[in-house]
Nanobody, 125 residues
């Protein structure tokens, strides 16, 4: 079992920065890949960024160049640094963890076994 707890969300203005954190506890072998997803009101949960077991990262086109995913193994924490925030970034952000798998499934919800409760990010214009 893996437990994920997000924090760091809030209300910011367009152009501001925010850093989300996801505290990870439990069986680390179950979390070979870790990712951030987000869900805006009335929309499907969508992929934002993924950090693979070998350190490789991938990002959604909408956040590429603005967001950075990283992990501090000593603190068992996953981060999402969000810069140049836009109103369309407003959503509940979820941390997710899953086993070592390959393929495009890691860009979908199906690739992940464990989810956090989410943290709200609101960007005003």
């Amino acid at each position: 079992q893996v437990q994920l707890v997000e924090s760091g969300g809030g209300l910011v203005q367009a152009g501001d920065s925010l850093r989300l954190s996801c505290a990870v506890s439990g069986n680390s072998f179950s979390s070979a890949i870790m990712a951030w997803f987000r869900q805006a009101p009335g929309k499907e949960r969508e992929f934002v960024a993924v950090l693979r077991w070998n350190g490789d990262t991938s990002y959604a086109d909408s956040v590429k160049g603005r967001f950075t995913i990283s992990r501090d193994n000593a603190r068992n924490t996953l981060y999402l640094q969000m810069n140049s925030l836009k109103p369309e970034d407003t959503a509940v952000y979820y941390c997710a963890a899953g086993p070592k798998i390959l393929g495009v499934v890691i860009f979908t919800r199906r690739g992940y076994t464990y989810w956090g409760q989410g943290t709200q990010v609101t960007v005003s214009s």
